[in-house]
């Protein structure tokens, strides 16, 4: 059982920058792939980045302005966040599969969720 606790979010204003935190329990973080998607009011929950060992992949809405980092000594997940539009406002879930192969959707661990909200 791995669970995952975000920090960071909040509001902040166009074009400005933000870093997400999901800290995972567990000895077995480094051989999890990793993500983050989000919710926005009124729409599904998307895709937004994910990790493993190899490298990472991008949602093309956020490519260039986002990036995702993991800190395996931490056993922490980072999306660190640039040039915010207001259509990035949403929920952003950090997420974590014990199959290590880069996944755009299946994901067995979630975090709580954490408000971003752009403002134009």
């Known amino acids: 059982q791995v669970q995952l606790v975000q920090s960071g979010g909040g509001l902040v204003q166009a074009g400005d920058s933000l870093r997400l935190s999901c800290a995972a329990s567990?000895?077995?973080?480094?051989?999890?792939?990793m993500g983050w998607f989000r919710q926005a009011p009124g729409k599904e929950r998307e895709f937004v980045a994910a990790?493993?060992?190899?490298?990472?992949i991008y949602a093309d809405s956020v490519k260039g302005r986002f990036i995702i980092s993991r800190d395996n000594a931490k056993s922490t997940l980072y999306l660190q966040m640039s040039s915010l539009k207001p259509e990035d406002t949403a929920v952003y879930y950090c997420?974590?599969?014990?199959?290590?192969?880069?996944?755009?959707?299946?994901?067995?661990?979630w975090g709580q969720g954490t408000q971003v909200t752009v403002s134009s």
């Open positions: 997420a974590g599969s014990p199959r290590s192969a880069l996944t755009t959707d299946v994901y067995d661990y």
């Open positions: 567990g000895r077995t973080f480094r051989s999890y792939a």
């Open positions: 990790i493993n060992w190899s490298g990472g």
